[in-house]
């Protein structure tokens, strides 16, 4: 099976400006959409960001969009979450997902993420 590692969480102050990165191995990497989804304390995980395969499409969340950018490296298994802008709102356990026919498609080869923190001060 596919395993995700996710990293670059942390504290950042408001208005301050992450990168997450989520580096996948056990299969190919290049037939898998990526995504990243987020859970705050008491709240459903909810959709952040979505790329394809080749990394020409890119998704956003209302709430994330002109702020957040997400994009792959197919050369290195790894998808990254360029977060600017932060606030309290975005505080939340991010998780790196992988979808082998999409991110919207049950499959048993989809695949989560440990999830790591990021907490924004204000």
């Known amino acids: 099976q596919v395993q995700l590692v996710e990293s670059g969480g942390g504290l950042v102050q408001a208005g301050g400006s992450l990168r997450l990165s989520c580096a996948a191995s056990?299969?190919?990497?290049?037939?898998?959409?990526m995504g990243w989804f987020r859970q705050a304390p008491g709240k459903e995980r909810e959709f952040v960001a979505a790329?394809?395969?080749?990394?020409?499409?890119?998704y956003y969340a209302d709430s994330v969009k002109g702020r957040f950018t997400i994009s792959r490296d197919n050369t290195k298994n790894t998808v990254y979450l360029q977060m600017n802008s932060l606030y309290s709102g975005d505080t939340a356990v991010y998780y790196c997902?992988?979808?082998?026919?999409?991110?919207?498609?049950?499959?048993?080869?989809?695949?989560w993420g440990q999830g790591t923190q990021v907490t924004v001060s204000s």
């Open positions: 056990g299969r190919t990497f290049s037939n898998y959409a």
């Open positions: 790329i394809n395969r080749g990394g020409g499409s890119q």
């Open positions: 997902r992988a979808g082998r026919w999409g991110l919207s498609i049950a499959s048993s080869d989809n695949y």
